[in-house]
Each structure stands twice: as structure tokens, then as C-alpha cells.
């Protein structure tokens, strides 16, 4: 069983900026794939950015790409997205999930344990 709390989340303006955190309890850190997600009012939760258990491999989504970076360090069972000119559309829960696995993932399903998510707001 793994546990995750997010923070980091608040209000800013557009083009400003965030690092959120997720700190993992429970089954060891170091070994799982982990990912940050979002779900904005009314839509479906969306996949932000992956990496794998290392750190060595990463992943997003084409709207993230450029201006997200997500890390880890597995000595502070931490894994962190700095998020940059963030915009008002991208209003929402940022959710942090791990895999079972250590592998990259870039899917929902492929992801076990959920954070109970933290709230970014963008004022335009």
C-alpha cells in the first residue's frame, strides 16, 4: 500500500508559476513509476507527465511540454512537477498516482495509488 499527499497548489496569475509535491509513505518509493495528472471542472482527468522509477526516463503531454518538468528523489520519497507560464484553462486538481511498476506510464490504468489532489488556480 502506498500513500500520497500533494501540495504545493494555490492561486496565480497567468503566466506564473508552481511547484507542486507529492510525498509517498508505504511500499517502497524508490521503485515505483510515478505520475502527476489533472482534472479540470467538467472534464475528464488527463495525464500531465510520467517517470520512471529512476528518474532517468520521463514523459508528457504535448500540452506540458516545454513549460512542466517533473523529477524525483527517491531519498525524500518525493516526486515533484514544476509547472511554468501556466495558463488559465489549465485550472484544476493536480493529482499525483505511482504505478506498480518502475516503468514509464502514460495511461490512468496503468496507475494504483491516487493522491487526494491539490487545487491550482490560474486568474487571467
Known amino acids: 500500500q502506498v500513500q500520497l499527499v500533494e501540495s504545493g497548489g494555490g492561486l496565480v496569475q497567468a503566466g506564473g508559476s508552481l511547484r507542486l509535491s507529492c510525498t509517498a509513505s508505504g511500499r517502497a518509493f524508490g521503485a515505483l513509476a510515478m505520475g502527476w495528472f489533472r482534472q479540470a471542472p467538467g472534464k475528464e482527468r488527463e495525464f500531465v507527465a510520467g517517470i520512471n522509477w529512476s528518474g532517468g526516463s520521463t514523459h508528457y503531454a504535448d500540452s506540458a511540454k516545454g513549460r512542466f518538468t517533473i523529477s524525483r528523489d527517491n531519498a525524500k520519497n518525493t516526486v515533484y512537477l514544476q509547472v511554468n507560464s501556466l495558463k488559465p484553462e489549465e485550472t484544476a486538481v493536480y493529482y499525483c498516482?505511482?504505478?506498480?511498476?518502475?516503468?514509464?506510464?502514460?495511461?490512468?490504468?496503468?496507475?494504483?495509488?491516487w493522491g487526494q489532489g491539490t487545487q491550482v488556480t490560474v486568474s487571467s
Open positions: 498516482a505511482a504505478s506498480a511498476g518502475g516503468g514509464l506510464y502514460i495511461t490512468s490504468g496503468q496507475y494504483v495509488y
